[in-house]
């Protein structure tokens, strides 16, 4: 089984990567920063899976395209994208600068967007595949400080829900997962307890946990966010 994942580097999507890794999967993977991605390959280098990486800025359209042309390079068949790259850039919406706005555009929607239509392409044509994009409980429920963020995360959703409509009749899954407070690097200096937040293993867990659901069934949306916050 072949996987993508985009900014596969720190936080919910590293912890993906091990996951899959650790499940048997095949990676592609990308980020901004190449010692990065070299040392998540040394960290999976004990599983014995092919690893694949490329530097790249998932913000720029032509850098997505890049790494989508390196991945099908090396994969003939592609089983699985997650589509997590994305970024958090807290304000609230009548305050934040145009470029806040664009910058969480091109990242939180855009990439996913070229990366699904892509590699959609290709499960369409192989009649198999699975497209998770990790949306946000902000996709739903308008959040505090998070203008900008909440409109990408409500329309990466949407993306997700258009995606499954199209690909269902040609037997590929699309699913969206929304964490809730993650322990990550959005939170870095918060005064709130870590064990009050999911964990990126438990998102990466839930995921695995999808993925082994055989058959018709399809999980159209998971929830993942702490009991009490």
Partial sequence: MNAIITGATKG??????????????????CSRNQ????????????????THSLACDCSIKAE???????????????????NNA?????????????????SQLNLNLNCAYYMSKYFGKMMRAQRSGHIVNLCSIASKEIMENAGSYSVTKSALLSLNNVLRK??????VKVTAILPG??????????SIPED???SPEMIAESLSQIL??????????????????
């Avoid at 199209?166 to 037997?171: G, K, M, P």
């Avoid at 082994?212 to 916050?229: C, H, S, T, W």
């Fill in 12 to 29: 919910i999507g590293k912890a993906i990567a091990i996951k899959l890794a650790e499940d048997g999967y095949n990676l592609s993977v």
């Fill in 35 to 50: 010692q990065d991605l070299d040392q998540l390959q040394q960290a999976l280098v004990h599983t014995g899976v092919e």
């Fill in 64 to 82: 997505v395209y890049r790494f989508c042309d390196f991945t099908a390079s090396r994969f003939e068949q592609v089983d699985l994208l997650v």
């Fill in 86 to 102: 994305g970024i958090f850039l807290p304000s609230s919406f009548l305050d934040e600068s145009d470029e806040a706005y664009e």
């Fill in 166 to 171: 199209e690909l269902a009749v040609h037997n």
């Fill in 181 to 190: 407070p993650t322990f990550s690097a959005s939170w870095e200096g918060t």
């Fill in 196 to 198: 009050k937040f999911v």
């Fill in 212 to 229: 082994k659901i055989k058959g018709v069934a399809n999980i159209d949306e998971l929830i993942v966010r702490p009991i009490i916050f």
